[in-house]
């Protein structure tokens, strides 16, 4: 299970996608909320959370330029739960490190938080902007830069996953 969240000015912590799409067969809204909490307190990096035996998450928080934003930074975090009883963290660093890396070089992604909240004649300006992913992205699995990088780094997870 992941997730991708950016932090919303009025609402705080948001889910901007999951993998899968439909979270709740997987996760209950009492813990989707203390997940997203964690970034009410992270640091920019990434660290690992304990909240129960049942429930523990690899996370990294980062920030994006943005020219949109208050104090031109996006703040996101991306947060995978994960089953291993004693997992491989520096494995977990490693891998959303790299991601994190890759997204932020891609130019004009802080767009991609704003498609759905935009009326149609800003909608024409930001659309373009956003469709088209560097990465190579899995048929129907997104619109914007975001769901498409995001949906190739998931898949290669969750294939790390099911070995």
Known sequence: MLFFFYFHLKIGPKILTS????????????????????????????????????????????FIESPWARGRMEMLMISQIVQESNPDLAFYERELTEFVTEFQKIPNIYRGIYIDYMNEEYRDEIEPATT?????????LGRTEFSGTYAVYANQWMAWLKR
């Open 19 to 62: 993998i899968p799409k439909l979270y709740h067969d997987y996760v209950n809204d009492e813990d989707l909320e203390q997940i997203k909490r964690l970034m009410d307190a992270a640091n920019e990096g990434f660290f690992f959370h304990t909240f129960n035996p049942q429930l523990k998450t690899v996370n990294y928080f980062f």
């Open 132 to 140: 088209k992913s560097p990465l190579s992205s899995p048929a129907g």
